[in-house]
């Protein structure tokens, strides 16, 4: 099994530009989450999802927009680009609330 | 905010020893999960722990084990028999209060583990 993949792996951009994190997980997992490390941090929660259709803001969602247009994939969008984004990204999917987080092996974005 | 506190950035362990990486954590909810994760140099995120709050027993997994104290908001953990593939960031993590689902984690900053052959 892929598990949980996200594309690309590395990526820079110039400020102001956008672009999509994709992140794509085969274990038919109803929630899914977006993080974003920083270089000495833990995780921080950018956005969640509980199901197709359904997503909500988590601790830091200012910048970024998501969509879960199935189960399977839940993209993170960009808009303008801004340096404070520079980061690395995690996508996780969960089977329910409470349950391991399965985690992609993160996209490392750079905004220059 | 809401905090997951871990006290130590760094902690060193001979090889076979025993060590505790320590975290406190300030959610309001009753029941509850918490985790251990472990990021090795690769980045990858992967799961050491899991203890349900309800339990009144400890989790253990083999040579990792918690000390889970749930009056005082403290949830340590002990890994026995260190080997030097444990050497990896450690973080705790617990949930998040203030979105609509117990999903939600929040994270602590880490522990850096070392372990010295």
């Known amino acids: 099994n892929a598990g949980v993949t996200q594309t690309p792996k590395f990526r820079i951009l110039k400020i102001g530009q956008s672009m999509t994190l994709q992140c794509t997980q085969d274990?038919?997992?109803?929630?899914m989450y977006w993080y974003r490390q920083d270089p000495g941090m833990g995780l921080k929660l950018i956005y969640y999802?509980?199901?197709?259709?359904?997503?909500d803001k988590g601790e830091v969602p200012n910048g970024y927009n998501v969509s879960r247009s199935t189960t399977e994939d839940f993209p993170l969008r960009l808009e303008l680009a801004a340096p404070s984004q520079t980061s690395v990204y995690f996508c996780?999917?969960?089977?329910?609330?409470?349950?391991?987080?399965?985690f992609g092996p993160g996209t490392r974005l750079t905004v220059t | 905010a809401q905090t997951v506190t871990q006290s130590q950035p760094e902690m060193s362990v001979q090889e076979a020893e025993t060590v505790t990486l320590s975290c406190t954590y300030d959610?309001?909810?009753?029941?509850?999960?918490l985790f251990w994760y472990k990021q090795p140099p690769s980045r990858q995120m992967i799961l050491v722990i899991r203890q349900e709050a309800y339990k009144q027993q400890n989790a253990t997994e083999n040579r990792f084990s918690v000390n889970f104290q749930k009056a005082a908001k403290s949830f340590s953990l002990k890994i026995s028999d260190s080997q030097l593939g444990d050497a990896a960031m450690y973080f705790c993590a617990s949930p998040w209060d203030y979105g609509g689902s117990q999903g939600n984690l929040i994270f602590g900053k880490g522990t850096k583990l070392s372990v010295k052959p």
């Open positions: 996780a999917s969960s089977r329910d609330q409470g349950y391991e987080q399965y």
């Open positions: 999802s509980v199901g197709a259709g359904i997503t």
């Open positions: 274990m038919n997992h109803n929630y």
């Open positions: 959610t309001s909810e009753s029941d509850y999960y």
